[in-house]
């Protein structure tokens, strides 16, 4: 990695940022974490609350893997909020994966709740990473409240479809103050390579490598994804062409 993710200033290791659902088993998730290279892994409250993954925090601090809490689930602002202020107390940590979600067909974010979430959040001392929709506008607005990163969908979670707008994942890149970190819907670790090429500064994902039919794998493959979807980036690609252009000398051989 020609240089670490830094987001309100913790610098982390590597631009791929785990989740955690839909793993078979622990061994799987262990090893798959492992694979991937993450220095950042993404839990929700609600399973935390549910009991029974005790283990699961135990796995992350034995991989010395940072808990970001999330408020998956949540409906509305308070619902937010009050998880993430559970969160703060449970695992001693002031940072939050912000999700508020408008239905459960589409699991899309609800950004009216979500910007106000937000500033309730931020005001609060939360550092704030928004789940939101691929909308420059809004993330502009997430950002302007005070939000330490902001992290647009790539396609509705769960989906693996894969970056469904381009244009706007690259106009929010172009504009942003702070990291952009692409969050939901990759299938595969072209997309995660892609979301890089288009200037983010980081991709989360879940459900690509833990239904993934060899989890450990996948992972390995998003590792290296992001990694040479991040250096493309930085090299700067040639410019697209109509016509050819030889990279070779064209005229007489001497």
């Not at 469904?164 to 994942?169: A, C, G, K, P």
């Not at 833990?210 to 994804?225: I, N």
């Not at 250096?231 to 109509?242: Q, V, W």
Request: glycine residues 10%; proline residues 5%.
């Amino acid at each position: 990695m020609s240089e670490p993710l830094v987001i309100a200033g913790k610098t982390l290791t590597s631009r791929l940022i785990m989740g955690t659902g839909g793993a078979a088993n622990q061994q799987v998730l262990r090893e798959a974490l492992v694979a991937s290279g993450t220095a950042m892994t993404t839990v929700a409250m609600r399973r935390v609350d549910a009991g029974g993954h005790t283990g699961l925090l135990a796995l992350l601090d034995d991989l010395g893997i940072t808990v970001l809490p999330n408020t998956a689930g949540c409906r509305t602002a308070a619902e937010a909020v009050l998880t993430a202020r559970l969160a703060r107390e449970a695992l001693d940590t002031n940072w939050i994966k912000l999700e508020v979600i408008a239905d459960d067909r589409t699991l899309l974010p609800d950004g009216v709740e979500l910007l106000d979430a937000a500033e309730q959040l931020v005001d609060d001392g939360f550092v704030v990473l928004p789940y939101t929709n691929d909308d420059p506008i809004l993330c502009r607005q997430l950002e302007e409240a005070g939000c330490a990163a902001v992290m647009p969908l790539a396609a509705p979670i769960g989906t693996g479809l894969g970056i469904r707008n381009e244009h706007n994942l690259e106009m929010i890149t172009a504009a942003a103050g702070v990291p952009v970190i692409c969050d939901a819907g990759i299938g595969t670790a072209s997309d995660a390579a892609r979301a890089m090429e288009l200037g983010c500064a980081a991709v989360l994902l879940a459900t690509a490598v833990t239904r993934a039919d060899d989890p450990v794998t996948m992972a390995r493959a998003m590792k290296l994804a992001v990694e040479s979807g991040h250096l493309a980036r930085t090299a700067g690609r040639i410019p697209k062409r109509f016509w050819s252009q030889a990279s070779s000398p064209t005229g007489s051989p001497v």
